[in-house]
């Protein structure tokens, strides 16, 4: 184990990272940079490093070595335009949800006036809805008591408290009135799979926001039974999903005669989005 008194200086900090996390040195910089909170081209400029700050440093690269993920060790998080406080236990936004939001305003037929979220998390769907959607007012749920915290100091740190409601609840427990848009990021990963997820999701963010029961739609189908009768006439339901539920959700949908439906594909060329209520059951 590196002694802390060889860690005066930027350079073995990252000497340090690349050997303790088993990575290159180009990862270890970017590692580094977003322990230190600067921009990984800006990490050389003072290459001292104090007593305190090195401790800190090395605490947080243990602390990632034992697998806790590095937005629980920073408790920020990047999601499109905002810097976001996530708390441990709260779900960790993915480059995905991104992507996800970027096609909203390719496939609404307009711009939502009310838009419900489901499963908020941290609040970052919510939060870009309301930069996307100005006129948009907002009802983002939660079952999650460190969620709507968490949601809560975002929220109010990008001071959208006037557009954004926050309402602790099971699914849709509580709503009333009728949605442009309902969207959720829901818990969709199949038991099957769960042990296969990497430690730092495993044993660290909250399972009850991925598992997403034995096939992986056990709360979509819920949320799209139950949902439906919330949309106005041109309302849309936009979820993610996985991709190895397609087949069973066009059942699904067919079963319950949705006729009205379109899967899109993610950054990485995996079908990860459905939209009820658009397009004609092709993808």
């Given amino acids: 184990?590196?002694?802390?008194?060889?860690?005066?200086?930027?350079?073995?900090?990252?000497?340090?990272?690349?050997?303790?996390?088993?990575?290159?040195?180009?990862?270890?910089?970017?590692?580094?940079?977003?322990?230190?909170?600067?921009?990984?081209?800006?990490?050389?400029?003072?290459?001292?490093v104090n007593e305190?700050?090195?401790?800190?440093?090395?605490?947080?690269?243990?602390?990632?070595?034992?697998?806790?993920?590095?937005?629980?060790?920073?408790?920020?998080?990047?999601?499109?335009?905002?810097?976001?406080?996530?708390?441990?236990?709260?779900?960790?936004?993915?480059?995905?949800?991104?992507?996800?939001v970027e096609l909203l305003p390719k496939i609404l037929p307009r711009s939502p006036e009310r838009v419900l979220e489901i499963g908020t998390g941290c609040g970052a769907i919510s939060i870009a809805l309301a930069q996307l959607y100005p006129d948009a007012d907002i009802i983002a749920t939660d079952i999650s008591e460190p969620a709507i915290a968490n949601a809560v100091q975002n929220i109010k740190s990008f001071?959208?408290?006037?557009?954004?409601?926050?309402?602790r609840c099971d699914m849709l427990e509580g709503i009333t009135g009728k949605f442009d848009l309902i969207v959720s990021n829901p818990p969709y990963v199949p038991r099957s799979r769960m042990k296969l997820l990497p430690k730092s999701v495993r044993e660290f963010e909250p399972l009850k926001a991925i598992d997403g029961g034995e096939h992986g739609v056990q709360f979509i189908e819920k949320l799209v039974k139950k949902g439906m009768d919330y949309l106005t006439g041109a309302g849309v339901m936009a979820l993610e999903i996985d991709e190895d539920s397609v087949k069973k959700l066009k059942t699904f949908m067919a079963d319950r005669h949705i006729g009205s439906f379109v899967f899109k594909r993610d950054l990485f060329n995996k079908y990860r989005f459905l939209f009820i209520g658009v397009g004609n059951e092709k993808s």
């Fill in 159 to 167: 001071d959208f408290e006037s557009r954004i409601h926050l309402l």
């Fill in 52 to 100: 305190e700050d090195g401790f800190i440093l090395w605490s947080r690269i243990q602390q990632l070595k034992n697998g806790i993920p590095i937005e629980y060790v920073t408790k920020r998080v990047q999601f499109r335009d905002y810097t976001l406080s996530v708390q441990p236990g709260v779900f960790i936004p993915r480059i995905e949800t991104e992507s996800f």
């Fill in 1 to 48: 184990m590196m002694s802390l008194q060889n860690l005066s200086s930027t350079r073995e900090l990252i000497r340090a990272a690349s050997k303790e996390l088993g990575i290159g040195r180009s990862e270890a910089e970017l590692v580094i940079a977003t322990l230190m909170n600067r921009p990984r081209l800006e990490i050389y400029l003072k290459d001292t």
